[in-house]
T-cell receptor, first 114, second 111 residues
Framework: DTGVSQNPRHKITKRGQNVTFRCDPI?????LYWYRQTLGQGPEFLTY????????KSRLLSDRFSAERPKGSFSTLEIQRTEQGDSAMYLC????????????FGQGTRLTVV | KQEVTQIPAALSVPEGENLVLNCSFT??????LQWFRQDPGKGLTSLLL?????REQTSGRLNASLDKSSGRSTLYIAASQPGDSATYLC??????????FGAGTTVTVRA
């Protein structure tokens, strides 16, 4: 069991640049989630996929954010024209398709926009 | 909208003391509740998952209780160790897929 893997672990970018993060879920998990966490707060839901279908997007996910999960495997989260307010920890999680299932999180990608 | 509150926000205890962390939620219609541990700058590690039909769940020195009707859960950590120092987060699943998190309790265990 390799767990949920996220890359990169850290990203520093200049304001206005585009960034892309990758998440590799646990292989048999068909659900994949993205959350964002700012300092001192709990994670906030951004979006989730069931297989390759993106089924829900939070209002936190502005038009500058886009997420994909081609072929229902890994997922990417892209932020275009980054702003300083985008600085946060971006967490990916995966689970089986069941309301009673446990969610497993990756190590996160720490984004700093300067 | 589900609101999750964790009290206290921070806790400092000497090694060996038992820890009691509280979590409350506003909507009792949940599927389950999950406790996580987070070390500084790291991701979340799942500690315990309690289904809505369960009253408690145990793993080693950890015990979590759930009172769904009153919207409360408590995480007990017995005989704390310096390695238990971390932030502990509770999360409830009220939708089929989304977790709602509290802000966490930051624990420091003094050697």
């Amino acid at each position: 069991d390799t767990g949920v893997s996220q890359n990169p672990r850290h990203k520093i970018t200049k304001r206005g640049q585009n960034v892309t993060f990758r998440c590799d879920p646990i292989s048999e998990h068909n659900r994949l989630y993205w959350y964002r966490q700012t300092l001192g707060q709990g994670p906030e839901f951004l979006t989730y996929f069931q297989n390759e279908a993106q089924l829900e997007k939070s209002r936190l996910l502005s038009d500058r954010f886009s997420a994909e999960r081609p072929k229902g495997s890994f997922s990417t989260l892209e932020i275009q024209r980054t702003e300083q307010g985008d600085s946060a920890m971006y967490l990916c999680a995966s689970s089986l398709e069941s309301m009673s299932t446990e969610a497993f999180f990756g190590q996160g990608t720490r984004l700093t926009v300067v | 909208k589900q609101e999750v509150t964790q009290i206290p926000a921070a806790l400092s205890v000497p090694e060996g003391e038992n820890l009691v962390l509280n979590c409350s939620f506003t909507d009792s219609a949940i599927y389950n509740l999950q406790w996580f541990r987070q070390d500084p700058g790291k991701g979340l590690t799942s500690l315990l998952l309690i289904q809505s039909s369960q009253r408690e769940q145990t793993s080693g020195r950890l015990n979590a209780s759930l009172d769904k009707s009153s919207g409360r859960s408590t995480l007990y950590i017995a005989a704390s160790q310096p390695g238990d120092s971390a932030t502990y987060l509770c999360a409830v699943r009220a939708d089929d897929y989304k977790l709602s998190f509290g802000a966490g309790t930051t624990v420091t265990v003094r050697a």
